[in-house]
């Protein structure tokens, strides 16, 4: 916590003429009386010689010091500086890739933690700032237009659904980079698992982009591509990629069933940040 006006707590030090008003005795005239049984009290605000006394508990004393630091404080201004990520004009981009689908954040997926780091950054934006909304996934889509709209950009965050291949950072970054003329201030901001690549090189004259990592562990493993076709008088055939985004070799084992019918069962190994395409032909597998 901050304060605009520290200058302010120079006004504490009234409370120490309050707390000497509570310290100083009371001097009284002298007069004689036939007893002192029914003015003890008396006799024990009049038993020491010095002017001062043990500063005792008092609940009009700690009211009158309460009042006198809210007063301060009010004086003082504080302030609590709200991390946020706001420079004018923001690309905001999403990764909905495969691997976002992994659920090693406090068992939530790896999207729905990004979802709610976009929702942050949205509440805390600066009413004059404009965010556009991009949507990374096989293909990069912009979900919004620059707006300074909170409710249509948490509509578009609500609306949007992670995909099941790699992200086109490429494309998304040419979009995001495009917001960038007539702007005085702008960023982008990638809120993703990583797996940009090189895809992270800009011009010159474009800010480098903020990174918002999301997920625990580097160590994923997604199917980015699985697509059949037929040619005329062959039998179907399948196609199916396998990405390593981890940085170490990953073991995998792939099976795929058609109506419960095992139709492909493939082991190996994928070299780190690599794919291994995995082509399936029908005839091979009849006469297996």
Known sequence: MSFLAPAA???????????????????????????????????QDTEANTPWQRLRR????????????LLVLALARPFITVPTISAGKIALLLDASASMTASDVAGETRFAAAIEQAHQIVNNMNPRDAISLIRVADVAEP????TADKNELRRALDSMSVSHGA????????????????????????????????AASLPANIPQPIYVPIGESADNVAITALATRALAGQPPQLFAQVTNYGAEAAEISLVIRLDDVLRLSRSGTIPPRSQLPIPFDERRSRRR
């Open 9 to 43: 707590f120079a006004a504490l030090a009234i409370a120490i003429p309050i707390l000497l008003l509570y310290m100083l005795r009371l001097r009284r005239r002298e007069v004689l009386i036939s007893s002192t049984f029914l003015w003890r009290q008396v006799v």
């Open 143 to 146: 979900l919004t237009s620059y």
């Open 167 to 198: 992200g086109d950072w490429d494309t998304a970054l040419t979009l995001a980079a495009a917001g960038a003329a007539g702007a005085e201030n702008f960023s982008i901001v990638m809120i993703t698992d990583g797996g940009v690549g090189a």
């Open 58 to 69: 008092n609940l009009l004393l700690f009211l009158q010091l309460l009042i006198l630091l």
